[in-house]
Nanobody, 122 residues
């Protein structure tokens, strides 16, 4: 498994912005089919938020389209999630995952993710 370390979470006001980072321990461009961000709030199901395939194709959950942007720095093996116009319902633990190419992937396919970073919007 590739080791993934998320950072950048915090507490922000409604309408604020945060940029999350996910540092990978190995090449994310050539060794991974995709890199994803997902979130989970207490009592709620896991939700795929953003996805970037190794060909650069992007996918977003409807709930974040137009507000969130996923990108990657393949030179440094970092995946970013820029989050703008944050809402209270965006509050959750955010995780970075490797090779979980939702929405086609199943929950069982999620086998490689980081420790998460908390985002709180109020």
């Amino acid at each position: 498994h590739v080791q993934l370390v998320e950072s950048g979470g915090g507490s922000v006001e409604v309408g604020g912005s945060l940029t999350l980072s996910c540092e990978a321990s190995e090449d994310i461009d050539n060794k991974r089919d995709c890199m994803a961000w997902f979130r989970q709030a207490p009592g709620k199901e896991r939700e795929g938020v953003a996805l970037i395939h190794n060909d650069g194709t992007l996918t977003y959950a409807d709930s974040v389209k137009g507000r969130f942007a996923i990108s990657r720095d393949t030179s440094n093996n970092i995946v970013y999630l820029q989050m703008d116009n944050l809402r209270p319902e965006d509050s959750a633990m955010y995780y970075c995952a490797a090779d979980w190419c939702w929405p086609d992937a199943s929950a069982a396919d999620l086998t490689n993710w980081g420790q998460g970073t908390q985002v709180t919007v109020s």
